[in-house]
């Protein structure tokens, strides 16, 4: 039971810290790392073309999600996919997206 208070209260406090736009950044002051429930499997890929992009935090309203990986086609040849990240700041950690290159 702490454990799921501590989450809620994590996610409270980054809920306060977000804002509607999409380009929003939130400051967290823990690193979150994967959902412990979470299980990455990645399937086959579709075609040779595909890329896999990595799992990330992706904005959802005023707060962050956990959005799973996924093979998509690169938007034109030779892109290559840059890996969302997490960034230290002074006030905490930011979430920089993925991007193609």
């Known amino acids: 039971m702490k454990k ?19 380009s929003a950044q939130v400051i967290v002051r823990a690193r979150l790392g ?7 499997v990645r399937p086959a890929r579709p075609t040779p073309r595909h890329v896999w992009v990595s799992e990330e935090w992706a904005p959802s309203g005023r707060t962050y999600v956990y959005r799973q990986g996924y093979w998509a086609q690169p938007p034109r040849p030779r892109a290559v ?16 997206n993925g991007y193609w290159r």
């Open 34 to 40: 994967r959902p412990r429930t979470a299980v990455v």
């Open 81 to 96: 996919w840059v890996e969302g990240r997490w960034r230290h700041s002074h006030r905490g950690y930011v979430w920089v």
């Open 4 to 22: 799921y208070g501590r989450v809620l209260m994590l996610a409270s406090a980054i809920s306060l810290f977000a804002v509607a736009s999409s």
